[in-house]
C-alpha cells in the first residue's frame, strides 16, 4: 500500500476516532441510558418492564434478549458506554455504506466512505440516532451483511438474532421464504426462537410479561399520533385523532407492508438483493405501529441505490430526510390531532416517500424484465 493509499484509509479511521471522542465528551444519550438500564436489570434481576429508567424515565420497550446484550454497557462508567456506542455506530454506517457501493459494483475508497458517511449526518434519521444514542445503525448493518453476502452455512442467523432485538426484521425472514431461500429462512427463525427462550431463561418473569401484556402495546414506547411516528399506525392516529383500534392497523398496514414485500420478491428474483433488502427494511417501518424518525436509517442505502439508477430521485428522496417536513406542521403536546389535510401531507412526508418509492420500484419492474445480477453474490 502507498503513501497515498495508507492517507485515504485513514480517513474512516479518523471518523471513527472523532465520533469516539465525542461520544465521550457529550454522553447523555437517552435511549443509551435506557440500554445500560436494561443491562442492568439482567445484572441485578430486577423487573425489566415494571419502571423506567431512573435517569431518563423512559420505559425499556425491546424484547428481553436485546437486555442481555446490554450487559455490557451496564458495567462501564457512563462516558466509556457513550464513547464506544458512538465509535460503533460511526463504524456500523462506514460498513454500510461501503457494503452498499461495492453490493452496487461501484468503487469504495475509503475517502468516499469517510465523505458520505459525514454527509449522512444531513439526514435527520442519522443525525437523531447518534443524538439518542440508538441502536437503528448497528442493526441496519447486521441485515445488510446477512442478506447482501453470498450463501453460507450461517447465513440468515444474523437477521434472526436482529429481530431477537427489535422484532420488525422478522419481515425479512417472511422476504427469505418468499425468494426461496427457506434454508436461511428456517435459520433465521430458530435463531430468533433462540433469543426468546434465552430472555425467558434469564428473565423469565420479565419475558412473561412482555411476550403476553405489552408485546401489542403501541402506547407503551411513546404517544403514537407524535409526528416522529412515521408509519402507517402513526398516520391513522392522527387522521382519525385518536389512537387507531388494532383492527384498522391492520387492515391498512397489512396489504401495503404487504405489497411492498411482494415487489421486493420480484426485484430478488430478478438478482437485485440490494434493492430487495431496501425495500423490505421500509415495509418494516410502514407495517411497524411505532416508526420513530430515527428508525429511518435505510434512507441512507436507499439514498445511494438510487443514485446508481436516477440521481434526480435520490436528490428527491434525499431531500425528504434533510428537511424533515413532518414538523413543519404544529407538533407535540397532542397538536397533531388537529392537523388539517393539508398539514398531513407534510406530516407524514417519510411515509409519503415510502409509498413513492414503493410505487417508482413497482413501476419499474414492467419496463425492464432484465435480470441484475449483484455482485455481493449470486442469485438466491
Known amino acids: 500500500m502507498d503513501r497515498a493509499q495508507r492517507g485515504v484509509g485513514r480517513a474512516v479511521v479518523a471518523v471513527v476516532l472523532v465520533a469516539l471522542v465525542a461520544g465521550a465528551l457529550v454522553g447523555g444519550f437517552a435511549d443509551l441510558h435506557v440500554y445500560r438500564y436494561g443491562g442492568d436489570a439482567v445484572l441485578h434481576q430486577t423487573r425489566l418492564y ?31 458506554a457513550a464513547a464506544l456506542w458512538t465509535a460503533a455506530s460511526a463504524a456500523a454506517l462506514l460498513a454500510g455504506i461501503r457494503l452498499v457501493l461495492r453490493t452496487l459494483g461501484r468503487p469504495a475508497p475509503d475517502l468516499l466512505v469517510a465523505a458520505l458517511g459525514v454527509g449522512a449526518l444531513a439526514l435527520e434519521p442519522v443525525w437523531q440516532t447518534f443524538s439518542f444514542g440508538q441502536i437503528n445503525l448497528i442493526l441496519m448493518l447486521v441485515v445488510l451483511v446477512d442478506l447482501l453476502g453470498v450463501e453460507r452455512r450461517w447465513s440468515g442467523v444474523l437477521v434472526g438474532v436482529a429481530a431477537g432485538i427489535k422484532l420488525t426484521p422478522l419481515v425479512f425472514v417472511v422476504l427469505l421464504v418468499l425468494v426461496g431461500r427457506r434454508t436461511a429462512a428456517g435459520r433465521a427463525a430458530l435463531a430468533f426462537a433462540a433469543t426468546v427462550v434465552l430472555g425467558l431463561v434469564v428473565l423469565p418473569g420479565s419475558a412473561a410479561s412482555y411476550w403476553t401484556d405489552r408485546l401489542l402495546d403501541a402506547r407503551r ?28 392497523w391492520l387492515v391498512v398496514a397489512g396489504p401495503l407492508a404487504g405489497s411492498i414485500v411482494v415487489v421486493a420478491t420480484v ?29 429511518w436509517v435505510w434512507a441512507v442505502p436507499v439514498a445511494l441505490v438510487l443514485a446508481d439508477r436516477s440521481r434526480l430521485a435520490a436528490v428527491a428522496w434525499t431531500a425528504v430526510f434533510v428537511a424533515r417536513p413532518m414538523l ?5 403536546s397532542g397538536r397533531e390531532y388537529d392537523w388539517r389535510w393539508y398539514e398531513q401531507l407534510p406530516g407524514n412526508a417519510y411515509l409519503l416517500a415510502a409509498f413513492t418509492l414503493a410505487v417508482g420500484c413497482a413501476l419499474a419492474l414492467n419496463r425492464s ?12
Open 328 to 332: 413543519w406542521p404544529p407538533w407535540g
Open 267 to 295: 426485484w430478488w428474483r430478478r438478482g437485485d438483493r440490494l434493492l430487495a433488502t431496501c425495500l423490505a427494511a421500509v415495509a418494516t417501518l410502514v407495517a411497524s405501529p411505532v416508526s420513530w424518525s430515527h428508525h
Open 50 to 80: 415494571q419502571a423506567g429508567d431512573p435517569v431518563t424515565g423512559y420505559p425499556f420497550t425491546y424484547p428481553p434478549f436485546a437486555a442481555v446484550l446490554m450487559v455490557p454497557l451496564a458495567v462501564v462508567p457512563g462516558w466509556t
Open 369 to 380: 424484465g432484465r435480470v441484475v445480477v449483484s455482485p455481493a453474490g449470486r442469485r438466491g
Open 221 to 248: 414506547v411513546g404517544p403514537p399520533a407524535l409526528a416522529h411516528n412515521q408509519s402507517v399506525d402513526g398516520a391513522l392516529t392522527r387522521l382519525v385523532g385518536e389512537p387507531a383500534p388494532t383492527w384498522l
